[in-house]
């Protein structure tokens, strides 16, 4: 059985401050890694992709990962009331199928 | 910008119906996917479909599960005889590269 494991939180940061978000798979033949945000009764957004150790920024996000570790991180900086939202970690197996964890919510008080 | 649809927005049905899931992708997206979330439970992947045929399917998707893209445009989710616990809110994804799925706003599912 292929598991992703999220802290389910929840999670709460002030306005401002970093939030830091971790998963752990156990597939390591997999080989992409998402970061999906979602928002309660909407559908995941995409955030990032990365695929190679090491770090990937995108504006306020930077994914982390370490494939010998088997972790996956996102830390999002200058964090908003509007990044409150329940994040999901998924993965793509060496078989192409996607697993997600049952995410983090994250909670940002203004 | 282009964006993912899916119809309808919420199908009722009694056990034992067939129902039929619709998504019309984004026009040049060539990967499309059927995903479902459980209330309160994690998104789980059913099933990749890639040049007209399926690339990948998930524990989850047996017999009584199909899919079909059956023009240029629509790409549907057929559930055979419905049980109450295929009720949950279905998501459709396409993707240009493996990489960038773009969600539709999903179908919940009610089985009565």
């Known amino acids: 059985q292929k598991e992703v494991e999220q802290n389910s939180g929840p999670l709460s940061v002030p306005e401002g401050a970093i939030a830091s978000l971790n998963c752990t798979y156990s597939?390591?033949?997999?080989?992409?890694f998402f970061w999906y945000r979602q928002y309660s009764g909407k559908s995941p957004e995409l955030i990032m992709f990365?695929?190679?150790?090491g770090d990937k920024e995108d504006g306020r996000f930077t994914a982390q990962l370490n494939k010998a570790s088997q972790y996956v991180s996102l830390l999002i900086r200058d964090s908003q009331p509007s990044d409150s939202a329940t994040y999901l970690c998924?993965?793509?197996?060496?078989?192409?199928?996607?697993?997600f964890g049952t995410g983090t919510s994250l909670t940002v008080i203004p | 910008e282009p964006e993912v649809t899916q119809t309808p927005s919420h199908q009722v049905t009694q056990m034992g119906q067939e129902v039929i899931l619709r998504c019309v992708p984004i026009?040049?997206?060539?990967?499309f996917y059927w995903y479902r979330q459980i209330l309160g439970q994690k998104v789980e992947f059913l099933v990749s479909f890639y040049n007209n045929e399926i690339s990948e399917k998930s524990e989850i998707f047996d017999d009584q599960f199909s899919v079909e893209r059956p023009d240029g445009s629509n790409f549907t989710l057929k559930i055979r005889s419905t049980k109450l616990e295929d009720s949950a809110m279905y998501f459709c994804?396409?993707?240009?590269?493996?990489?960038?799925?773009?969600f539709g706003p999903g179908t919940r599912l009610t089985v009565l």
């Open positions: 994804a396409s993707s240009e590269t493996a990489y960038t799925q773009y």
């Open positions: 597939d390591r033949g997999s080989q992409s």
């Open positions: 026009s040049n997206h060539l990967y």
């Open positions: 990365i695929y190679s150790n």
């Open positions: 998924a993965v793509n197996s060496l078989s192409n199928q996607f697993y």
